[in-house]
């Protein structure tokens, strides 16, 4: 009866204990996604533009971060079918909070009563700004170019929600006064006096708005740093930085597989792949800013093709970390059909990630497409991140059953590392979230670099621990696949065949060595050998972030039979 009572009371135990360590493995994955979908930074910003006017067109918005010092040059080209008077008046505000214009095109919709006549679409935020109003220009029939725009000779000013401008002898005075052309550059109209985020307001009235006339405005931003902005010009460096960072790698990788050439493993393969996609990606974005900021404007052709070398590197990244988790060239010799499915999955990933980017810096970054393309990207991310740890799991248990500790020291050094990367991730999110995504004020824009290369540094350093660990040597041999030792899917008839032979040969040996008064040996008890397993191999970081996860009949199925072999 109390073995009745116990069966149940047993097999619900086992239940709940499943479905504990499933739920473990859904949160480790869940996390673990955070840090492979991440938001890459947009197109950079350009600098100089040239845009169309009608005389049905609204007042130009143009936003930049840019350098102190930075010179803004206005140039306008006139077609005219009589002769018409335009007025041109700019704005130029120094805003602190980086978040305050994002939506800068509903913004300006929504305050006309509260602008009034201002030109500023948040009169009530904080800032600085310079304001400038020219002398009515006479465009006439057959005219192309207006006269080169002075540059304003008033100083900035603090904006005042309370101080209301009223049409004084001075406020005229630093509205129209302007500086002499004697040693300044040509059609520049201001000069920034800070460092920081910029709104420049452009308005141009004409003095007969029903007749159809068009100006094509030439507008271009340029500091002594070139004309990339104030944000982005960090991130220019870190990708010079991360590229020469890969070509050590490169190099490193090149001599160490020298060396050993003829002991290498086919995982070392795939690690050269990696890093050369590496030093390609960097390579690329670190030349579509140098481009940027020597032309003023990117190259659409260079954008996409940075956009799917990246897309192709983070496919052969994720594989990477995939067949390693198998355990390919260490446990197994080749991974049979699952290659299939990593091969499909790597295809899809490559697919989804390369549409994505696209419509990311082509401007339609919220359409509807482009949900459509992120959406079924991170699927896929959260089934490769659950497979990765899933797949850990079982190689980790696999070689504690075999003894071997070399490779499952190595296998802990890797789950040790992505633990620290999935840490990492959690606290560089959480200040991330604090500091931009929650903010009423992006105050500390100049940071905002870092949450594009935070990412590509953690999966640099993921790397090198990779190239590490399994870095070729003298004894590489020790972490490749042995046949008496290891087993592969592909393989399981033909051994199981070959042990049955072994089995018969065995029984035939010990039956005439009792005829001949010779005791056989007892068999070794797998109870025993397990207990020895758990008493002699140490816990580590990874026993606690990654409990035992066998419990599903396939895995109970593939424990029975690793004891079966040490039988």
């Known amino acids: 009866m109390t073995d009745n009572m116990a069966a149940p009371v047993q097999h619900c135990v086992v239940g709940c204990r499943g479905l504990l360590q499933k739920l473990w493995i859904l949160l480790l994955s869940g996390i673990f996604i955070s840090c492979c979908v991440t938001d890459v930074a947009a197109a950079p910003e350009t600098g100089q533009w040239t845009i169309t006017i009608v005389n049905t067109s609204r007042p130009l918005l143009i936003r930049k971060s840019m350098y102190t010092g930075t010179d803004i040059r206005l140039k306008v080209s006139c077609s005219c079918p009589e002769e018409i008077k335009f007025t041109i008046r700019w704005y130029l505000k120094f805003y602190p909070c ?125 500091g002594t740093h070139g004309f990339i902005s104030v944000t982005e010009w960090p991130l220019m460096i870190f990708y010079m930085v991360m590229c020469i960072v890969y070509i050590l790698y490169a190099l490193l990788w090149f001599v160490w597989a020298s060396c050993y050439w003829k002991d290498l493993l086919r995982i070392q393969f795939w690690i050269a792949g990696v890093i050369f996609l590496g030093m390609v990606e960097m390579a690329v974005f670190c030349a579509e800013y140098e481009n940027t900021n020597a032309v003023g404007e990117a190259t659409q052709g260079l954008l996409i093709f940075a956009e799917l070398v990246s897309a192709l590197k983070r496919t052969l990244a994720r594989l990477l970390v995939i067949i390693v988790s198998l355990g390919y060239g260490i446990v197994k010799p080749r991974l049979g059909t699952v290659m299939h499915r990593v091969v499909g999955l790597g295809v899809l990933y490559f697919a989804f990630a390369a549409i994505e980017g696209v419509l990311r810096i082509t401007g339609a970054k919220d359409s509807d497409l482009a949900l459509l393309a992120n959406i079924p990207l991170a699927l896929l991310d959260s089934s490769l991140c659950w497979w990765i740890f899933v797949s850990l799991a079982q190689t980790i248990k696999t070689l504690k059953l075999r003894r071997n500790p070399v490779k499952l020291s190595l296998y802990r050094h890797f789950t040790n590392t992505l633990i620290f990367a999935v840490i990492a991730s959690i606290i560089f999110m959480v200040w991330t979230t604090k500091k931009f995504r929650f903010a009423d004020c992006q105050s500390d824009w100049m940071e905002l670099w870092v949450d594009d290369a935070f990412w590509r540094f953690l999966f640099s350093i993921i790397l090198l621990v990779i190239m590490f660990l399994w870095r070729p040597s003298a004894n590489n041999q020790r972490y490749a696949f042995t046949p008496l030792m290891d087993d592969s899917d592909d393989e399981e008839i033909e051994e199981f065949l070959v042990s049955a032979n072994l089995a018969d040969g065995i029984k035939l040996r010990a039956s005439k060595n009792e005829a001949n008064g010779t005791a056989a040996k007892p068999a070794p008890n797998p109870d025993e050998d397990l207990k020895w397993v758990e008493e002699n191999i140490p816990t580590s970081l990874t026993d606690v972030a990654l409990p035992v996860l066998l419990d599903s009949d396939e895995e109970i199925m593939t424990t029975k039979y690793e004891m079966n072999k040490m039988e």
């Open 98 to 222: 980086h978040n305050e214009f994002n939506n800068i095109e509903e913004m300006y919709e929504r305050t006309p009563l509260s602008r009034g006549e201002s030109l500023d679409p948040n009169p009530l935020g904080p800032g600085e700004y310079l304001e400038h109003k020219y002398k009515p220009i006479t465009c006439r029939k057959g005219m192309s170019l207006f006269p080169s725009l002075n540059k304003t000779k008033g100083v900035p000013r603090i904006v005042d929600p309370q101080d209301i401008s009223v049409q004084t002898a001075n406020y005229t005075s630093w509205l129209e006064e302007e500086v002499d052309k004697q040693g300044v550059p040509a059609d520049v109209i201001a000069t920034t006096w800070r460092n920081g985020p910029y709104l420049l307001v452009v308005n141009i009235t004409s003095s007969k708005p029903e007749l159809d006339w068009n100006l094509t405005v030439s507008l271009v931003m340029k």
